[in-house]
């Protein structure tokens, strides 16, 4: 059998991290077996459907390096197919006419629930043998409903939660097509799993109590019935389901707030699934090694600190000149005229192994390519007459030298050594006039990538 697996959004919102972490399951599930993974976009919803988060979910899937196989699906072409199928099941006696209003079916329901029964459609108009139906009423537009058994138990052995049992008495026949003619989710899902051929169905637990109607809908098809995995949700910090109030946003916001995609995929695949120890792993690795055996069927909980710890030991390693390209771009987009690429990529060496965040990274170098602000605090405790005349004697030292790393920093140390100083009383000195603030690698090292003649522009009051 074909393993075939599928990622179904509906467009009623962002991507969020939620979303992302049951598509990369689906995706390692279907890579890890040589099968398909397919996007399918369920938008029959139109009021809540929109354009906008389609492209969201399409610009989130593509910064991930989620790529689907095959051409997405947009449940809103697939009218006719699902047509097809309701008149089959109308015609085989699976399905049939409700003309309950809209008024009867609340009146039913404030009934029950006054009784403290469990809401459900009581089957009124539902055929049977022997029962007379009441006459449909005049120009009524009646919704269609699946016969749903009323005895026997819907059971499936998920692969995250194990065996699974719902008695068919707790299930009502539920609505297939609106009284507009348009299909409900459950019918749509159903219909399109099959004719996708879709193996194992992996998504988010809240849609547990839609699997045994779908099973029953399959079944009535004589369709064959998937393999199911709920995966459990993933909470905040606070223990509740996580919201924007954790930060669950358009996912999109990850890479704007300094995330590398490698880093979310990781920390997420890592969400509800272990490999051993492993917290590091590549997207191959993670492909092979994924399995549901070791998917959590309790939730999972947010850590923004781990993620950001892997985002740092992310950026330690990754390609310095790809980083380069990131950094010229956002340095530009800050108004910061970061051109000169050696500059760039000499000074994120210099701070790529203490940063956890992207945005923080670049913003460290800045000062690279803009003289820093004064800051008069910095300025008045370190910048005086004894500091100036240190700064101008170890420039004019730096002048006569090679400009290299080594020897920059060798001048430095003879420089402290022979004027009897101690190092900060020349290197606190230098890097408020040179990075604008304290907290800077190596002075020798980032004089070294600024370049005497900046170095002179930054520190021309003292020669
Ligand atoms: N469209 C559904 C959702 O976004 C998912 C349906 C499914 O995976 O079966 O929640």
Not at 145 to 164: A, H, M, Q
Not at 172 to 192: E, H, K, L, Q, W
Not at 292 to 300: G, I
């Amino acid at each position: 059998m074909k393993v075939v697996t599928r990622f179904a959004p509906s467009p009623t919102g962002y991507l969020h991290v939620g979303g992302v972490r049951t598509a990369l399951f689906s995706y390692a599930y279907a890579k890890k077996n040589k099968g398909d993974f397919l996007l399918r976009i369920e938008d029959t919803d139109i009021e809540r459907s929109s354009e906008n988060a389609i492209n969201a979910i399409l610009d989130g899937m593509k910064w991930l390096g989620l790529e689907h196989d095959k051409t997405i699906q947009y449940q809103t072409k697939r009218l006719d197919l699902y047509k097809k199928y309701i008149n089959t099941m109308i015609e085989s006696g699976d399905a049939y006419y409700c003309y309950a209003s809209k008024e009867e079916l609340d009146n039913l329901r404030d009934e029950q629930i006054k009784k403290g029964d469990k809401p459900r459609y009581d089957g009124r108009w539902r055929p049977e043998y022997g029962k007379a139906l009441p006459q449909p009423p005049k120009d009524a537009s009646p919704t269609i409903r699946f016969k749903n058994p009323k005895t026997g138990i819907v059971k499936w052995i998920d692969l995250v939660k194990g065996e699974i049992n719902i008695n068919n008495e707790e299930l009502d026949d539920f609505i297939i097509a609106r009284s507009d003619g348009t299909p409900t989710y459950n019918f749509c899902v159903v219909i399109d799993d099959w004719d996708m051929d879709v193996s194992h169905v992996i998504r988010g637990d809240d849609h547990i109590n839609n699997t045994p109607r779908q099973i029953n809908l399959l079944n009535s098809l004589k369709a064959p019935i998937p393999n199911y995995a709920h995966l459990s949700m993933i909470h905040g910090p606070d223990g509740q389901k996580l919201s924007k109030r954790h930060g669950s946003v358009n996912v999109m916001q990850y890479k704007e707030d300094g995330y590398l995609s490698e880093s979310l995929n990781n920390y997420l695949a890592r969400l509800g699934w272990s490999h051993g120890d492993d917290e590091k792993f590549s997207m191959e690795s993670f492909c092979e090694w994924f399995d549901f055996e070791h998917v959590t069927s309790s939730s999972a909980q947010f850590d923004k600190a781990k993620l950001d710890w892997l985002n740092g030991e992310y950026i330690k390693e990754y390609d310095i000149n790809k980083l380069t390209e990131m950094a010229a771009l956002k340095l530009n987009q800050i108004n910061c005229p970061a051109n000169n690429k050696e500059i760039i990529r000499n000074a994120l060496n210099l701070y790529k192994d203490r940063e956890t965040n992207l945005n923080t990274l670049f913003e460290n170098i800045v000062y690279f390519f803009k003289k820093p602000e004064i800051d008069i605090e910095l300025e008045s405790k370190y910048i005086n007459e004894v500091s100036r005349k240190n700064i101008k004697a170890l420039v004019d030292s730096l002048q006569r030298i090679k400009w290299q790393e080594d020897d920059i920093n060798q001048c430095i140390k003879d420089f402290v050594k022979n004027n009897g100083l101690k190092f900060p009383e020349i290197a606190m000195p230098l890097r408020v006039r040179v990075a604008g603030n304290l907290n800077t690698p190596n002075i020798g090292s980032i004089i070294y990538v600024l370049g005497l003649d900046e170095l002179k522009v930054r520190v021309s009051d003292c020669l």
